[in-house]
């Protein structure tokens, strides 16, 4: 693991993340940054910006606690719990994943997000939930 001033950088701003700090992160990327996660895939700052700010209108508290960090001079790989509440809802959800960040000239140029949206998200809705609980037992080895 590298001490990388950067990386405790970019672990800070996304913990810290809030409607009022995206631009602050959005300034650690590279203006032609690419974007990837389980629903997303675009390019450039003001697209990856849109990500964000639409998650603090599709969700309520959205939190990131960074758990883990393996990184070297150009990569880092931060796992991660995703804690929120859906809109009306009281219940605070959790998705856990990990982010794969390639970095150049002090700037984030690759972000990957990679979680099971089915485990963690999909299983928890109230329709589609019951539906993914049964391939999942259906489809078990076990």
Not at 31 to 48: H, L, M, Y
Not at 74 to 95: D, G, Y
Request: overall charge neutral.
């Amino acid at each position: 693991m590298l001490d990388s001033p950067l990386i405790k950088e970019i672990i800070k701003r996304f913990e810290g993340l809030s409607l009022e700090t995206v631009d602050h992160l959005i300034d650690l990327y590279s203006t032609d940054a690419f974007f990837k996660d389980p629903f997303n895939e675009v390019s450039g700052r003001r697209d990856i910006k849109k990500i964000f700010v639409h998650m603090f209108e599709q969700v309520d508290q959205p939190k990131f606690i960074v758990l883990t960090e393996i990184s070297n001079l150009n990569q880092a790989c931060l796992t991660w719990e995703f804690r929120f509440r859906f809109k009306n809802e009281s219940h605070q959800q959790v998705i856990r994943g990990c982010s794969w960040l390639t970095i150049s000239h002090n700037l984030i140029t690759e972000h990957r997000d990679y979680w099971d949206a089915a485990e963690e998200l999909y299983e928890k809705l109230p329709l589609i939930g019951s539906l993914m609980r049964f391939l999942k037992k259906k489809l078990r080895a076990n």
